[in-house]
């Protein structure tokens, strides 16, 4: 909640105690002090844990690999928060690549690969019950030698909520792709725990990586729901 000063403190900014003096449009005001969420999930950490060794990585290549990073940055091109294209540096292209590489259970690459692009999964079905959770992809491209299929899923969402992709995150190791279904309760459980039926919906988004290239396909959106 916010509370508009007296004079008294026309010059205060910052925290003291349990509130915050700020000043926004010309207008000072003090509200409750936020301290910001302190847990870390198990994944949260893991992906913390990743990029740590990806600077160090970065820091520890020579002058012609970051040249040669840089050089390959100049014909890649990224996604801004808003959606846009955006130029990427070659430590953010490093970084980007390497990710998925390392997620998949690969070597960092030192080297910038030979970019090819990914295609995006084809359409699945999920099928949530009290006892099982199970995802199915109706087709597979004919080689999925370097290809692995990484699920997010949002934790269990109330039937007001129509939408809630974003708050989907990966959970478990990547899949293999195939065309029989997929068991992911445990996995699913373990990092949210079972749907209820006060929660029962479900909001997926899943894709594939190449783990020899760190390319990643482009998102597929799903909905399931406690049966």
Not at 141 to 151: D, Q, T
Request: a positive charge.
């Amino acid at each position: 909640m916010k509370y508009v000063p007296s004079i008294a403190f026309d010059e205060m900014s910052g925290s003291a105690k349990g509130v915050t003096a700020a000043k926004s449009r010309g207008r000072k005001y003090i509200r409750n002090r936020g301290y910001g969420g302190l847990t870390r999930t198990a994944y949260q950490s893991s992906v913390k844990s990743v990029f740590k060794q990806l600077s160090q990585a970065w820091h520890s290549l020579t002058n012609a690999q970051i040249l040669a990073w840089n050089a390959a940055a100049n014909t890649a091109q990224g996604k801004s928060v808003l959606g846009t294209k955006a130029k990427i540096s070659g430590a953010n292209l490093f970084m980007r690549l390497n990710y998925w590489v390392v997620f998949c259970g690969g070597n960092i690459m030192q080297n910038p690969p030979a970019l090819t692009g990914v295609d995006a999964p084809a359409s699945a079905a999920v099928a949530i019950s009290s006892s099982a959770m199970t995802f199915t992809l109706s087709a597979i491209p004919e080689s999925v030698a370097n290809l692995k299929l990484v699920i997010c899923a949002s934790e269990g969402q109330s039937n007001g909520i129509t939408k809630a992709y974003s708050k989907a995150a990966a959970f478990g190791a990547p899949q293999t792709p195939v065309t029989t279904a997929i068991n992911i309760k445990a996995d699913y459980d373990a990092k949210y725990g079972a749907p209820t039926e006060a929660k029962p919906k479900v909001f997926f988004k899943y894709f594939y990586v190449n783990t020899t290239t760190g390319e990643k396909s482009g998102d597929v959106l799903l909905e399931g729901k406690l049966a």
